[in-house]
T-cell receptor
Framework: QQPVQSPQAVILREGEDAVINCSSSKALYSVHWYRQKHGEAPVFLMILLKGGEQKGHEKISASFNEKKQQSSLYLTASQLSYSGTYFCGTEDGGGSEKLVFGKGTKLTVNP | GAGVSQSPSNKVTEKGKDVELRCDPISGHTALYWYRQSLGQGLEFLIYFQGNSAPDKSGLPSDRFSAERTGGSVSTLTIQRTQQEDSAVYLC???????????FGDGTRLSIL
């Protein structure tokens, strides 16, 4: 079951904050976050595991609410380099060992 | 090389022809994944390998698609009798194990005329 990401797109000015959400209808074992810039391969940002803590990566952090089966990606004081499409990939609790990716959230950071 | 290598980077072929796409994962990575990405769309799972075995082939769109992995390393995705709807970017990723971060190659852009 494909996770649902929201919003589909967001436009920010440099320095503003954003939150991207990822929701699943299934119990999750892990959530992965990736960023893909136009014409490039997706790049890994972070993994959140069931029972794990909020993770951080520079000014990008994420949380995982197992009960609500959702994860949120927080981008604070956004930089121009944050522009791209953000994908969450979810691994369900059934031991599927594969990721199902959402459709992505396109983030544009303007000067 | 340090990263995942895919070849060719671009492939243009006529409808009905067969194509082979190659993926060379990061050395030591036991898990290998194939995805398809159509223009402006997300990542569609096709198949993954753990070693040389493919525990999950559920994402392969039809029996025209097949994949193999030999020696726990290089993988080949084969599309037979290509159709125009097969046009997409085919991405390969590898990871140290099935729960770890995936490292993506630059993809093969496949265009079917």
């Amino acid at each position: 079951q494909q996770p649902v990401q929201s919003p589909q797109a967001v436009i920010l000015r440099e320095g503003e904050d954003a939150v991207i959400n990822c929701s699943s209808s299934k119990a999750l074992y892990s959530v992965h976050w990736y960023r893909q810039k136009h014409g490039e391969a997706p790049v890994f940002l972070m993994i959140l595991l069931k029972g794990g803590e909020q993770k951080g990566h520079e000014k990008i952090s994420a949380s995982f609410n197992e009960k609500k089966q959702q994860s949120s990606l927080y981008l604070t004081a956004s930089q121009l380099s944050y522009s791209g499409t953000y994908f969450c990939g979810t691994e369900d609790g059934g031991g599927s060992e594969k990721l199902v990716f959402g459709k992505g959230t396109k983030l544009t950071v303007n000067p | 090389g340090a990263g995942v290598s895919q070849s060719p980077s671009n492939k243009v072929t006529e409808k009905g022809k067969d194509v082979e796409l190659r993926c060379d994962p990061i050395s030591g990575h036991t898990a290998l994944y194939w995805y398809r990405q159509s223009l402006g769309q997300g990542l569609e799972f096709l198949i993954y390998f753990q070693g040389n075995s493919a525990p999950d082939k559920s994402g392969l769109p039809s029996d025209r698609f097949s994949a193999e992995r030999t020696g726990g390393s290089v993988s080949t995705l084969t599309i037979q009798r290509t159709q125009q709807e097969d046009s997409a970017v085919y991405l390969c990723a590898s990871s140290r194990d099935t729960s770890g971060p995936q490292h993506f190659g630059d993809g093969t852009r496949l265009s079917i005329l």
